[in-house]
């Protein structure tokens, strides 16, 4: 005490006495804290504090950190600390404040776990003070029993992560050793199998369960030593938790509230691999001894003894089979409880791959040859790749019955399922067994599917992303299946994952009812995707990011498209409330040379979709979207052309006036460059264009009735025979449209019939002309005899000569039914039908 002045030493001396006089109570203890320069916040702000511990000198605060120490390594040392620090006497208030105080917890367990310098090692330390720590985990009081776990569980995971070698052996084995003690793995002494010995009391046994659920769930650490160190005793406890199930026990709770707690904490493919271990699927979790047996207590616990060998080998049989039955109900039930996280999904996934790695396997047995042939371990492994092969069919099967419709959880999970269950399918097919047993899975599976193109779920860009893994399948599978219907779905689901369900059938619509239960509206509005059209401002348009390019750049995916939102198909489609950016616009412009031919034929319907709803930007850029549809029509895919040549009429019969011109000079006159047989071909795509422009223009196609039928007369001196014969074939309806319309150029219309149904070589082209008169005389009816007045004469004429004098059959039937036509016009005008009136006269 050199260097002190007399008042200090002597206040520095009665300070001493005072705690040494109390240093075994638990406020001398806290006093020694505050000494010692220990937490802050152990006494309150405001709080006066004695002048001898405030002014303590370095030598006071090293000797009561060394009394501390000391106090700590003493039996129930630590107990007394504790309730020094916590202030844990008994005060019902202040107890429940020290519950809940998180900070004070830390701080108490960073000094407990913190190795004093007066100890040997870290290790001497450790042997000490974790047997006290886990002694802290069964105080009774219920006052003070909180705040002890708390600081428990608090200290046991500082340590664990400060020194976690020396965590594991001095807390988690210990916390852990009545379950560790009946694993399959632990090496039972002799007197110990003996039948009858109890392993593990029922008090034991519960204790450790509830320590467990408070160092782990309570504590809430995932770090990887706890759980590692859990794993090794999760099988076990699936067995008592599967016990528990069968029969009235307070352990089923915690036993649960623990499994889920590692299945939710851990990764993915550990928390799968534990489920597959947990029935006897893989040995990733050490399970109960086989000779150990959960006993039910007297308590309402479960103690854990040696059972005896059963001689019996069918009452053995019998029991095992029961057993894995039990255990399969238990784990369907906790999977029950992890539907939302998707781990239920998941696991049901990981089966059915188990299920067609059982089909693949069983092919392989039957090309290794006879069983009776095999050496005794090759036997051992066939009976017991049999008994996995049957563990999984039960678990599938009881998976099936018992797992709600809502496992999956994401498109993912979906996806997946499928996928393995078309691979199921595909090597069943390729082992050459048939498809019988699989045709009601598979066609569940592509219904699924279906359901959510057509209305099940709000798909995503990114979800048919996650679709397009099963293309490759379900192209195998429309090539390869037996069943022409499983064949055509196949087909028609891939179109529509393709088209991002721009385009769907009446076999994926009709999958999708199967399965929803229910009729899709005629917009598909549940679903958002609307059948054979896509529209809309943001309505998916291809992605940058996933390889949208010009179509002389080489794209990586093949199937960038359209995706639909909710809309009207129909022609009195109301305008879309979010105009189109021009960016999406650009993107679809892009789409629209996509080599692959759904993208390019949905980016053709999306711009039929714009103009049906008059967005302004597309109309901006309506010349533009003309020239795509224009050279779409060209392409040889009918999927493409028949979409181009929809949305040139669509554009044709909004704007008529700007875009018939155009129509009409390039159906008279072949494109340059082109070969003559591709020329006629696409004029006669446009031929089909011009009718369905003359379809929606209804009554105001008089307005163009000149330069229509002067295209389609010249169309009928072509070179080209099938283009003469379209070219009569759009005259005849054209003229059928225009009835009594037809005016003076009847006698252009009359003259080149005649001509051509007497002098073409060709028979089909002869043919066109005399259907023409058909429905000239169908269309005009009793008016047949007024508008044709001048020249009915020379029609009845070539008709006549066309009975008598043509070689063709089907010219002759067409001559023939256009006299009968004509006979019924001229009778209703020479005989009209006598009708008998009663007249009354009134006289004046």
């Known amino acids: 005490m050199a260097g002190l002045s007399e008042a200090e030493r002597a206040q520095s001396r009665e300070a001493l006495q005072h705690i040494l006089d109390r240093v075994y109570q638990p406020l001398a203890v806290r006093e020694l804290l505050i000494l010692q320069g220990g937490p802050k916040q152990s006494r309150p702000a405001g709080e006066e504090t004695k002048p001898a511990l405030a002014r303590s000198p370095v030598w006071l605060r090293r000797l009561c950190g060394q009394l501390l120490s000391e106090r700590l390594m003493r039996p129930n040392g630590l107990q007394a600390v504790v309730r020094g620090i916590m202030e844990g006497t008994g005060g019902g208030t202040d107890a429940e404040a020290a519950a809940v105080d998180w900070r004070k917890c830390d701080a108490v367990a960073k000094i407990l776990a913190s190795c004093p310098q ?20 069964h ?117 649960q509230e623990v499994l889920l707690w590692f299945l939710e904490k851990s990764e993915r493919e550990t928390s799968l691999s534990v489920l597959e271990g947990c029935v006897g699927l893989a040995s990733s979790v050490h399970r109960l001894h086989p000779r150990c047996r959960f006993r039910v207590g007297s308590e309402g616990g479960a103690a854990i003894a040696v059972e005896e060998p059963i001689s019996d080998e069918d009452e053995a049989l019998y029991q095992k089979v029961s057993l894995e039955q039990c255990h399969v109900e238990s784990l369907v039930e906790l999977l029950s409880h992890c539907q939302r996280s998707g781990l239920a999904g998941d696991f ?19 090309s290794c040859g006879a069983v009776a042939e095999r050496s005794l371990l090759e036997l051992e492994q066939h009976h017991a790749g049999q008994r996995r092969k049957l563990l999984v069919l039960q678990l599938v099967a009881t998976l099936c019955e018992s797992v709600s419709d809502t496992v999956f959880t994401d498109i993912a999970q979906v996806e997946e399922f499928v996928a393995v269950t078309l691979q199921r399918a595909c090597v069943s097919l390729a082992q050459g067994r048939g498809a019988a047993v699989e045709a009601q899975t598979l066609s569940m599976a592509m219904g699924l599917v279906a359901a959510m193109l057509g209305g099940a779920v709000q798909l995503k860009s990114s979800d048919f992303t996650v679709l397009k893994r099963l293309l490759p399948l379900l192209e195998e599978m429309s090539c390869t299946h037996p069943d022409p219907v499983i064949q055509e779905l196949a087909a028609d689901l891939r179109i529509a994952i393709c088209t991002h369900g721009a385009f769907s059938t009446d076999t994926v619509d009709t999958a999708a009812e199967s399965v929803l239960g229910k009729k899709l509206g005629p917009g598909r509005t549940e679903a958002g995707i609307a059948p054979c059209q896509s529209s809309g401002a943001d309505r998916g348009q291809p992605q940058h990011g996933r390889g949208c390019s010009h179509p002389s750049a080489p794209r990586e995916s093949e199937e960038q498209s359209v995706r639909g939102e909710p809309s009207t198909t129909g022609p009195a489609a109301a305008p ?32 039929s979709s714009l103009i049906m709803q008059r967005d302004p930007e597309a109309l901006q850029i309506q010349e533009k979207i003309l020239q795509v549809f224009l050279e779409n029509v060209q392409h040889e895919d009918s999927f493409v052309y028949l979409s181009a040549i929809q949305g040139v009429a669509l554009l044709s019969s909004e704007y008529p006036e700007q875009i018939l011109p155009v129509l009409l000079a390039r159906y008279g006159r072949p494109a340059q460059g082109t070969e003559d047989t591709a020329a006629a071909v696409t004029r006669m795509k446009l031929g089909e264009v011009l009718m369905r422009v003359t379809r929606a223009l209804g009554d105001m196609v008089v307005k163009h009735r000149e330069p229509l039928i002067h295209a389609f007369l010249r169309g009928a001196r072509d070179p080209d025979s099938t283009l003469r014969a379209s070219s009569l074939s759009n005259l005849g309806e054209l003229c059928q449209r225009l009835g009594f319309q037809l005016g003076s150029v009847i006698h252009e219309v009359s003259s080149c019939l005649t001509a051509i149904a007497k002098t073409d070589p060709e028979a089909e082209v002869r043919r066109a002309a ?31 000569h066309v009975v008598a004098a043509e070689p063709d059959g089907a010219a002759v039937l067409h001559a023939q039914l256009a006299l009968e036509e004509l006979d019924t016009a001229v009778r209703s005008v020479l005989f009209p039908p006598q009708v008998l009136e009663k007249k009354i006269v009134v006289l004046p």
């Open 118 to 137: 007066q100890c040997l090692s870290v290790e001497d330390y450790y042997k000490h003070v974790c047997p006290q720590i886990l002694d802290l985990l």
């Open 139 to 255: 105080i009774q009081d219920k006052l003070t029993a909180r705040q002890f776990q708390r600081v428990a569980t608090t200290t046991l995971l500082t340590m664990a992560k400060e020194h976690p070698q020396l965590a594991e052996k001095h807390l988690l084995q210990p916390l852990l050793t009545p379950l560790l003690r009946c694993s399959d793995v632990a090496e039972l002494a002799e007197e110990d199998l003996s039948a009858g010995t109890v392993l593990v009391t029922e008090a034991e046994l519960s204790s450790c369960v509830e320590d467990v659920f408070k160092v782990y769930v309570v504590g809430n650490d995932s770090s990887s030593l706890l759980l590692k160190s859990l794993q090794s005793v999760l099988g076990v406890v699936f067995s008592l938790y599967s016990f528990a199930k069968q029969n009235v026990s307070y352990l089923r709770s915690p036993c």
């Open 348 to 366: 049901f996934i990981r089966c059915l791959k188990a299920l067609t790695h059982v089909a693949v396997e069983d092919e392989a047995v039957a």
């Open 576 to 607: 879309s409330t979010e105009s189109t950016t021009p960016a999406q616009l650009q993107e679809l412009l892009l789409s629209a040379y996509d080599p692959q031919v759904p993208v390019r034929a949905a980016a053709l319907r999306s711009f």
């Open 770 to 800: 005399v259907h023409v008169v058909v429905l000239l005389l169908r269309g005009l009816s009793k008016k047949a005899t007024e508008v044709l007045q001048d020249v009915l004469r020379d029609l009845y004429r070539l008709l006549k």
